[in-house]
């Protein structure tokens, strides 16, 4: 490897790393609305519970904040998967019997909550300040970017290939056209003797510990975390990617996180060469203002996504 290819292989493998992670986050998003049809506006919450959870578990111990107990990272991620489905549960205890629009109030409620904690109780969280000495992953390989940058590409895709593969599986297996059938029509699904409340609550639950997960490996990846990370606008891009990709369909979540995420990267590139460094704050607007453009666009011209779900017919055969 010569020396002129380190710097862009290592922003390429950074630049991947994040996709996969927003893809993670995409996909179980996919799980709650593309197979169930829970509309979820609170995705930049349970993102925060995963990545808080872990870092508390494996950070040293810190003078003045509680948690640093110095656990595996192994263990941090899967803490976060617990503690973000548990309250995924708990939240669609609470409200999945309601309509779809007490839902939504409430996922939301949920991710305001969790940012507003994340900024206040600075004795758990660090505050504003966030929580630092995150262990990362290939940690020894950090005075090396490129190899750093590519082993994390892949671990994360290896993460990303078991989560893909166990999805596809429960999408064809009976619990996963259980959650299609109730999408389509919960009275005939009640009919058959299926109880929509428990299967909603189990796929809400299930793409809410996805979600943690995904907070968890970006936390550990970057070895900080912050509230301001986990804003509205992460919201907005993941339903943007899952909506662009193709709701319901998994390998479109994953093409929709990787294009979004392209154009919200490329635009953040032009933003600060066109624009003085005195309006990039002011001009960070455009990144978003991107997003809904192709969004737009992508809804007039492909309304079902790049990739648009398939339609079961069988357990053993499929059709576009």
Excluded at 80 to 89: K, L, P, Q, R, Y
Excluded at 245 to 255: D, P, Q, R, T, Y
Excluded at 263 to 290: C, H, K, M, N, T
Aim: proline share 4%; charged share 10%; aromatic share 10%.
């Amino acid at each position: 490897m010569t020396f002129d290819l380190v710097g862009p292989i290592a922003y390429a493998s950074f630049f991947l790393v994040f996709a996969l992670i927003n893809a993670i986050v995409c996909l179980g998003l996919n799980v709650q609305w593309g197979q169930t049809g829970l509309f979820n506006v609170g995705v930049a919450g349970f993102v925060a519970i995963g990545a808080y959870a872990s870092a508390l578990l494996t950070t040293p111990p810190s003078q003045g904040r509680l948690g640093g107990f110095a656990l595996p990272i192994l263990v941090g991620w899967l803490a976060a998967m617990v503690a973000s489905g548990a309250i995924s549960a708990f939240v669609g205890a609470l409200t999945l019997r309601l309509r779809a629009d007490y839902l939504a109030i409430t996922t939301f409620g949920v991710a305001v909550v969790v940012q507003l904690l994340a900024l206040n109780a600075q004795k758990l969280t660090g505050g504003a300040f966030g929580v630092a000495f995150i262990p990362r992953p290939f940690d020894s390989l950090a005075s090396m970017p490129a190899l750093y940058d590519l082993a994390n590409l892949a671990l994360v895709a290896i993460v990303v290939g078991v989560i893909y593969v166990a999805l596809e599986r429960l999408g064809r297996s009976p619990w996963g056209r259980v959650l299609r059938a109730i999408r389509e029509d919960e009275r005939a699904a009640m009919a058959l003797g299926k109880n929509p409340a428990r299967y909603r609550l189990q796929a809400f639950a299930l793409g809410g510990a996805l979600m943690g997960l995904a907070g968890a490996i970006g936390a550990h990846f970057i070895g900080f975390i912050a509230p301001e990370n986990y804003t509205s606008s992460l919201t907005f891009q993941v339903w943007a990617m899952l909506v662009i990709g193709g709701s319901g369909n998994n390998l479109g979540a994953i093409i929709g996180a990787g294009l979004v995420w392209a154009l919200w990267s490329a635009s953040g590139l032009i933003i600060a060469d066109l624009v003085p460094a005195s309006f990039e704050a002011r001009a960070a607007a455009l990144r978003i203002i991107a997003i809904g453009v192709l969004l737009a666009t992508m809804i007039v011209v492909r309304p079902r996504g790049l990739i648009g779900e398939k339609a079961m017919v069988s357990r053993h055969l499929d059709e576009e």
